[in-house]
T-cell receptor
């Protein structure tokens, strides 16, 4: 099975711009979660989508939004970029509810966003 | 407010010795705990987990211990190998919200 893929891998933007990141989950996984990783802050939960619906949301401003498509692929959008948005954005997929499942999340390699 | 804390940002251990990575949490609604390992330029990969009804789970060289009364868990790696050098994140699942909360990570370096 192919793993979680994220595109692009690297991105450089300037303040005020907007950006869209893409995530393709493992085939058959219907849940996609997004995290922001910055030095000293660990992984901060952004949101989770399941069957095209946002199921959970972290404590990020409304500039951060996402969506999920019928094929479970997900996109994350950040508008009006700020310098502090520079981070590694990780996407993880899982398949909740499987018998014996630990609800383990499988992560993609991430998109490194740099805001200048 | 950091609900999952990894107070040691780094740890250096000699090959063959035991590595002990620690994690503390504050939320009593956490019912499941996981450890992830992250190499540079890669996403975190699942390592081992433990349910809150257990106090120990072992998988090969990796053992996770949970002390609920102290709200503390630890990951033991024995014997440590140079390939274990990575950043280790502990994570906890909130029973109420089903969110996974991560710690800030501990960078483990295993030297020959």
């Amino acid at each position: 099975k192919a793993g979680v893929t994220q595109t692009p891998r690297y991105l450089i933007k300037t303040r005020g711009q907007q950006v869209t990141l893409s995530c393709s989950p493992i085939s058959g996984h219907r849940s996609v979660s997004w995290y922001q990783q910055t030095p000293g802050q660990g992984l901060q939960f952004l949101f989770e989508y399941f069957s095209e619906t946002q199921r959970n949301k972290g404590n990020f401003p409304g500039r951060f939004s996402g969506r999920q498509f019928s094929n479970s692929r997900s996109e994350m959008n950040v508008s009006t970029l700020e310098l502090g948005d520079s981070a590694l954005y990780l996407c993880a997929s899982s398949q909740p509810g499987l018998a014996g499942s630990t609800d383990t999340q499988y992560f993609g390699p991430g998109t490194r966003l740099t805001v200048l | 407010d950091q609900q999952v804390k990894q107070n040691s940002p780094s740890l250096s251990v000699q090959e063959g010795r035991i590595s002990i990575l620690n994690c503390d949490y504050t939320n009593s609604m956490f019912d499941y705990f996981l450890w992830y390992k992250k190499y540079p330029a890669e996403g975190p990969t699942f390592l081992i987990s433990i349910s809150s009804i257990k106090d120990k789970n072992e998988d090969g060289r990796f053992t996770v211990f949970l002390n609920k009364s102290a709200k503390h868990l630890s990951l033991h790696i024995v014997p440590s190998q140079p390939g274990d050098s990575a950043v280790y994140f502990c994570a906890a699942r909130d029973y109420n919200t089903d969110k996974l909360i991560f710690g800030t990570g501990t960078r483990l370096q295993v030297f020959p």
